[in-house]
């Protein structure tokens, strides 16, 4: 009775595995040949024609590396040369004040005693005030004989603190007395340079 058993089992299961691979035949077959119909080549054409299509798309060894690009060599652009200022200073001035004119067309100078709180304010305002309207700029110490005795003989009596603005070729062109502060020292700065 043992045999029967296994026996009942194993023919249906045997059964089944055969109509699988049947079933399965049957539509690789059809398949195959509707595929065949569809194209009108047969399975033989279809092979070949995929061996060329990769050989078309492999690159060939001998074929041509593309040439690299060559950077171009571009010339830098020469910068523009500032316009050369053809006036002269004017003799007497202080060096530090000529000095401060290389280039420039306006000088800001902010006249000062040393070790007064309000003269060192005044400088902080007029050095902020010549940067803002882009210009030169000089502290100039009223008790440094050798800075202050030129100016003293060029506009006499200096005061300080004060604020001198003077325009190429050494002329001035406004003089402040006392405190003035940033927006003022910008504003007058401006103004020379028109």
Known sequence: MSSSPRLTVVAPVAGLCVLALGAGFFFMSRGQESSEAAT??????????????????????????????????????????PKPIDQTLNKGLPSSIASAFSGRKVVVVALHAPDVPLDQMAVAEARAGAGA????????????????????????????????????PGDVFLRLSGYADQQTVAQAARNAAL
């Open 133 to 168: 309207a882009g210009v030169g700029f000089v502290a100039l110490n009223v008790h440094q004989e050798s800075q202050s005795r030129p100016l003293t003989k060029l506009l006499g009596v200096l005061e300080s603190p004060g604020v001198l603005v003077f325009r190429r």
């Open 40 to 81: 009108g080549l047969s399975a033989q054409q279809l092979v070949q024609r995929a061996a060329a299509n990769r050989k078309a798309t492999v690159p060939s060894k001998k074929a041509a590396k593309p040439a690299a690009a060559k950077p171009v060599a571009t010339k830098p652009k020469p910068k523009p040369k």
